[in-house]
Structures are given as C-alpha cells and as structure tokens.
C-alpha cells in the first residue's frame, strides 16, 4: 500500500500546478482532479468501513473535498488515507470481513488491500495519461491485484499491460479488446461451525510451495490433498480456466480462526451440468462432522446454480469414512451403471468392473 501510494504521489506532485479540473483523466469520464478525489475517498472509505466491519452499505459516510482545496492538499489527502488504510489492515484480524459489493459483498483485509491498491495503480494511470506524464508502478504491486482481484483473468507475460488490458485501459496481443470488467473478492459461505472461504491464486500458489497461504492451520494442517488441491487451481489459473467460485475452499473454524481442511471442486460444471468434488480435513480435526457441514452447505450452493444439476464424488472402496461423510451430506451410491457412464466419461479410472473408484451422486431436488 505505501509503495503504491508513494509511487502516484510522487509521479502526480511534479504537476500539481496544471490544471486538473479541466483535463479529463485518461478514459474516465472524471476530470484529474475528480479522479484523485475518487482516490483519495476510497482509501478513507475502506479504512473506515474495515475498521468498523460494516456489512451492509457500500459508503459509511462521505469525504467531501472543498473546492478550494488545491491539488498538492488532494495529494495529501490521499498520503493521509493510506495511512489509514494500511494502518487499519495491519491491526484487523485476517479472517475479519466487511462490506464491498464485487461480487460477493464482503472482502477481508488483504482483499481491501488489492482493492485499494488497484484503484491507486489504475487511477493514477488515467490521470497520469490525462497530464501526459510517464507512469508505470512495479510489476509486483499489478501482480498482487491480479492474482486477487482478477482470478478468472489468465497472467499476461507482463503483469501491469494484463492488469490495464484487464481493466479496459489497454490491449494484449491476441485478446479480444475488454469492454466491461469489475473487481472479483474470493465467495465466503458461512456454516454454524465453519467458513469456507474461496482460495484466491494468490493464497494457492503459497499453499502448492509448502506455506500457508495465508491461513493459521492447526497443527497437522493442511493435509497433503489440499496442497494438490491448491497446485490444480494454480494450474488452471496460468491456463487461464480457472472458475473463482468452482475452486478450492478453506474450511476455517469459527470458534478460533483455524484452518481445517480443504474442499472444492474439480473445475467448472460439465456441458451437462455436472461438477465433481473433493476434500481433506487435518487428521485432527477428524471425527467431528465438519467435512459433513461443510460438504452439505457447498453442496446446497452449488446446486442452487443455473445450469447445475449433478454434483459427483469419487471415493475408494476402503475409505468407509469418507463414505459416510457424503452419504450425510446428501449424496447416494450410484448404480452399477451409472458409476460405469459416469466414470468412463470422466476418465477416472480404466473401464474394467473391478475398479476400487465408488461413485456417490447428489441431483438437483
């Protein structure tokens, strides 16, 4: 966030003398000045709304900019709400949400971070574009918006042209010119005992390198699947297939912030409406229905969906535990030949009878 601040303020003070009114920033439809008035509000606004974890309005209260106010006091509003913002992300809790309504009506405090710093980088571009001024912010700060606010987007080969190709500001060779766009926070579905919030590639990438992720884990955590889970959806994002919510989940205990377990899906739903799932716990955290609870709100999720109506999971024959899991989470025991389509279709395991691979199914009501 400093950085980011830094970076624009220093580019935009050489010109505080211009005149910003009259100049329109870049493609916007603000003048500069009211771009980086634009700037200055939502760091304030986002520290206030993180700080006082509001749930339910976009803006708590305004920031009203006198008029005659000049440019280099504008620049100092906006020094004075990253502050602020960096301030409030440092002593809020991680797993803390609060309102934004791209697309999933809340962000926790990193995703405010990507948040702020995407408008800091992509507004100080347009204003800068509109003063004819030269600017371009280290590849690392466009990549950290990206690999949070942009999940669905395919990394370009240079991070900061994706993020303005991304963003309608800019093209890529070899893709379609982008005419509507909008910040992407990771989906969060609640359970009485459980969070599972979605894994951004971000926290993937982290997880797939033997880290965290960015999550407190108990002990034993995570579980060797989840880190596979985890290098899948790396995978899928560098191919540029990677669908947010048809992902990977971290389960998080309510009770004390700790992360259990892992569940998502296998990609996106099939041409048929068909999505597979999967998932671990830490052997601690075994024995005590969380997989269950989980599994029955992500299950009862996706099958609210358009076009979903069969949700799969692929469990061996000797993992009676995981069988009783899904079969309490809703899910039955497909028939001999409806685990034959269904396997040989999806290409799980090979075509012979005496596969160890049992098929569980749950549909749509």
Known sequence: MEEAVAGAVGVLRGAVERDWDGVRAGRCEWSCRETAQHIAQDLIVYAGRLAGRVQDTYRPFDVVVDDSTDNARVLQLIEGGGVLLTATIRVTPPRARAYHPRPYYSANPEGFAALAVGEVLLHTHDIAEGLGLPYEPPADLAEFVLTRMFPHIQPGPEHWP???????????????????????????????????????????????????????????????????????????????????????????????????GGMGFHGAPDEDGRAEVGYDLAPSARGRGYATEALRALSEWALARDGVRLLMATIEETNRASQAVVTRAGYTRATVGEQHEVLTHEQHAPHEEDTDLRLYLRERP
């Open 162 to 260: 994706t993020l303005l190709w991304a963003t309608g500001r800019g093209e890529l060779p070899g893709r379609a010119p982008v005419t509507e766009w909008d910040w992407y926070n990771n989906l969060v579905l609640p359970t009485d005992r459980l969070t599972l919030e979605g894994l951004t590639p971000a926290a993937a990438a982290d997880l797939r390198l033997g880290g965290d992720g960015g999550y407190d884990w108990v002990a034993d955590g995570p579980f060797d699947g989840t880190r596979e889970a985890a290098g899948m959806l790396v995978k899928a994002y560098e191919a540029g297939v990677h669908r947010p919510e048809w992902g990977v989940f971290v389960l998080v205990r309510r009770e004390d912030g700790k992360a259990v």
